[in-house]
């Protein structure tokens, strides 16, 4: 494979793969329309309230808010959908109106906590004793510890794959041994990340499941987003990326040098030389010093 279509290749994968973490970066840091369509991970508790009127068998007036403006995080009203990105979360009444937290950098995903300081007070030990014990939604601590390395090792590699865009692009055999390293331990932090985001988000979606008065639904159902494919994806074109990364610099490692590169230029010299005269090919075996002009030998 030439060396110059190895490269378009790499580069053209890796530069996928940067633009998909990109997105993925950008979920639900504001509410704009790009970013709010974005999310790792998403939280419905549409249904909750029915659950909590079967378990306590009374009407829950105030447990939701229908300003989209009140602060998050005061106890005044839970939002019915709850999406979380790399950096923190927000919080949404409806299809377009919502607002978000503050962005922290290695923000873990703490579904439990945050709902609980949406919920007034008044629903507070209510909501604590009907999400079961069994889950590791309510568990936001395990959660946290799970997806905040999962951050680092995806941040890690998102830096690796713009190194590796922005370094290949130089046609040098450093380079292209720095871009290979690089694709290929961008590749295995994100494989490492995006399946620990997966797992984490996996065992939340038990809380899926959970039930009251035998058979009414707790209304609180987790699912993944597409940030998270996106992070897929980018694993997969970084891993694409690899092969002729790998397969550019061994090329490069194999061509001559020098002195090497001197005397095989002479070689080819000669042997067209040879076809030229005798309209055909003929492979030079050996070629005698001695028969060589004295000014190639200097």
């Known amino acids: 494979m030439r060396g110059e279509t190895c490269v378009a290749i790499a580069t053209f994968f890796s530069f996928v793969s940067v633009i998909l973490l990109i997105f993925a970066h950008v979920s639900q840091i504001n509410t704009a329309a790009v970013p709010k369509k974005l999310h790792l991970v998403q939280v419905n508790v549409t249904n909750y309230g029915v659950a909590l009127n079967a378990a306590t068998g009374v009407t829950s007036p105030g447990l939701y808010t ?7 995080a005061h106890e005044l009203g839970l939002r019915n959908i709850y999406s979380w990105g790399l950096y923190g979360y927000c919080a949404y009444i409806n299809d377009t109106a919502g607002q978000c937290g503050n962005s922290t950098f290695a923000n873990g995903f703490r579904p439990m906590d945050v709902l609980l300081s949406d919920t007034p007070e ?3 030990i209510q909501t604590r004793t009907l999400v079961p014990n069994a889950t590791a939604f309510k568990n936001s601590s395990y ?3 799970l997806t905040k390395p999962a951050f680092w090792l995806i941040f890690v590699a998102t830096l690796c ?15 292209f041994i720095i871009s290979s ?13 995006a399946s620990i985001y997966t797992a984490a988000i996996d065992k939340a979606k038990t809380v899926n499941q959970a039930v009251v008065r035998g058979s009414v639904p707790l209304g609180i159902e987790v699912s993944a987003g597409s940030g998270l494919y996106l992070i897929w994806a980018a694993f997969v074109t970084l891993l694409l990326s690899t092969a002729p990364y790998t397969i550019r610099t061994k090329e490069t490692l194999s061509e001559p040098h020098g002195t090497d590169k001197k005397k095989a230029h002479l070689h080819e010299k000669l042997r067209y030389t040879a076809w030229i005269s ?20 200097k």
Not at 161 to 173: D, E, R, S, T, Y
């Open 66 to 72: 229908d300003n989209a403006s009140v602060p998050l």
């Open 122 to 124: 008044a629903y507070s």
């Open 143 to 145: 959660l946290a510890g």
């Open 161 to 175: 794959a713009a190194g590796a865009l922005f370094i290949g692009i130089v046609k040098n055999k450093w380079t």
């Open 181 to 193: 390293f690089l694709s290929i331990v961008g590749t295995i932090f994100l494989l490492i990340g």
């Open 278 to 297: 005798n309209r055909y090919w003929i492979k030079v075996e050996r070629i005698s010093e001695s028969n060589c002009p004295e000014s190639e030998k």
